[in-house]
């Protein structure tokens, strides 16, 4: 279909949507050249912070320091944000002796923060600014300033927070990942605080997901094939294979119920006989440490519905099933 020819009034407002975004970007390249000694002091205060890291704001600034926690406490550092207003009515218990104080605001003059600047003092938190008014009481009231210096708004009356939110933002994130960099924090740290969703998906290892102990099918070499379908059988969640092995665990082969369908539509009905005689030998397998991404790829690859897990020496240590994946959303 043909695209609708636009009316002026539709290309004036992309126009205007491709200023806004304009103005936005603008205003964070702009904050690029401050960073400076004040951005390293800030940087040294968190890091060598013994306690928590407290972000504070109010209005859409503090939406943004909403943000800023999460970023920080997904990362590794203990944060936790404190609304200016509930502070004074209890919630400044959240505050405790070694922790650092982030607070943002555009103006510097946000009343409600500035109530809490002399209480925070009074118990010793060091206070880090991050605003657009490098002389506004918020600054003159904190050890570092974070200035973003004047910024025009991207909107019509140029009074609605974007540009400086946007801003705000950026240096927030700026703060946060020269942190990560500096800190001992790899993909398993990250792992461990974010197991749910496509980013703990992404990180799993196969030790966190595959079937273990009374769940882990073992059989012994010696045994007969009967006794290899009651092991495939009985093995709680049922996972259709049985994994061989010798006296000291170590993986031998493995016997799944296509096996047992494929000697079944063949004609060979002898359950009696020994299961190493039937099964399939040297069967690919997974570590403990592989990633379930990478275990899922070599699944569909090689159209297999279970992977045995064997650990340094060769011994099964544990099954992996497509129904664990399918359990896992990754198939």
Do not use: W
């Not at 103005?23 to 013994?50: M, N, S, Y």
């Not at 939110?165 to 950026?170: D, E, G, K, P």
């Not at 290899?228 to 119920?257: H, S, Y």
């Not at 045995?308 to 959303?329: N, S």
Request: charged share 25%; aromatic share 4%.
């Amino acid at each position: 279909m043909r695209a609708e020819a636009r009316s002026a009034d539709d290309e004036a407002a992309l126009t205007y949507a491709r200023g806004v975004l304009e103005a936005e970007a603008r205003a964070i390249l702009g904050v690029t050249d401050r960073l400076g000694d004040a951005f390293l002091r800030a940087l040294k205060l968190v890091r060598d912070c013994p306690g928590q890291v407290v972000v504070t704001g109010m209005g859409k600034a503090g939406h943004i320091g909403q943000k800023l926690s999460s970023t920080l406490a997904s990362t590794g550092i203990r944060s936790v944000f404190l609304h200016p207003a509930e502070a004074v009515h209890g919630d400044l218990g959240r505050v405790g002796t070694g922790d650092v104080i982030l607070a943002l605001s555009n103006s510097g003059s946000t009343e409600e923060l500035l109530r809490l600047l002399p209480l925070f003092k009074r118990m010793g938190t060091p206070v880090v600014a991050l605003t657009g008014d490098a002389d506004s009481p918020l600054a003159k009231g904190a050890e570092v300033v974070l200035d973003i210096g004047r910024i025009e708004e991207a909107c019509p009356m140029g009074l609605v927070p974007t540009a400086s939110t946007a801003a705000l933002h950026a240096v927030g994130d700026a703060l946060a990942m020269t942190l990560l960099r500096s800190r001992p924090f790899g993909r398993d740290d990250y792992a461990l605080l974010h197991p749910g969703g496509k980013l703990g998906r992404s990180v799993l290892r196969v030790f966190e997901l595959m079937r273990t102990g009374p769940a882990n099918p073992l059989v012994l070499d010696t045994a007969r094939l009967s006794q290899a379908v009651v092991v495939m059988t009985n093995t709680p969640g049922r996972p259709g294979a049985a994994c061989v092995v010798d006296r000291d665990g170590k993986l031998e082969g493995i016997f799944t119920d296509g096996d047992l369908r494929r000697l079944v539509e063949k004609g060979h009905t002898d359950f009696e006989v020994p299961v190493r005689q039937v099964m399939g030998k040297r069967p690919r397998c997974i570590t403990p440490d592989t990633l379930v991404l990478t275990a899922a790829t070599q699944m569909r690859e090689l159209r297999v519905d279970q992977l045995p897990v064997v650990d340094v020496e060769g011994r099964a240590v544990g099954l992996l099933d497509v129904q664990d994946l399918l359990a896992a959303k990754f198939v």
